[in-house]
């Protein structure tokens, strides 16, 4: 079966403060994704990376930056947490015909 | 611009009853076509997909979609409900061979007994 884990589930972090979000997968894809998750907004991509050491912004990359070191490791960096950036958090990989997979979300709360 | 439009934000059905959510998309192309379910706290399943072929497509737990290339639509359908189907329920086109998948806002679908 497919995996992709999010190893926080929920974080209640200070405003100020350095958050990091990360998501392992285990379908050796090369392309991964991080998407926001708010009532009302749908899902909104904030990065995406298409291989190792490679990234490119989503549509609300601002406050954010990502890491990829390794295939199977996304990570989400929120320099410092604001209060606007409380929100659930998906990851996700894409495998073969662009079918999209998904982590169970990380819920943060900024406080 | 491409879009995805789920017109119905919530909708309640009865347990047995039908089903129906409504999917149009706006693309210049036939891109890749998706629903997806979401439980409460959880992330997104994959229900069925549309790359090519047979319009009509099955996907888990009894649902099915039909795309319809002259309304550009892909509505999901599913002939009896159950209350487990109480979740929220989003279209998604991916243009083929590309990196940006755009969800729709998502159709909350309630259960009453």
Known sequence: ?111 | AQSVTQPDIHITVSEGASLELRCNYSYGATPYLFWYVQSPGQGLQLLLKYFSGDTLVQGIKGFEAEFKRSQSSFNLRKPSVHWSDAAEYFCAVAPTGGFKTIFGAGTRLFVKA
């Open chain 1, 1 to 111: 079966d497919v995996k992709v884990t999010q190893s926080s589930r929920y974080l209640v972090k200070r405003t100020g403060e350095k958050v990091f979000l990360e998501c392992v997968q285990d379908m050796d894809h090369e392309n991964m994704f991080w998407y926001r998750q708010d009532p009302g907004l749908g899902l909104r991509l904030i990065y995406f990376s298409y291989d190792v050491k490679m990234k490119e912004k989503g549509d609300i990359p601002e406050g954010y930056s990502v890491s990829r070191e390794k295939k199977e490791r996304f990570s989400l960096i929120l320099e410092s947490a604001s209060t606007n950036q409380t929100s659930m958090y998906l990851c996700a990989s894409r495998g073969d015909g662009d079918t999209i997979y998904f982590g169970e979300g990380s819920w943060l709360t900024v406080v």
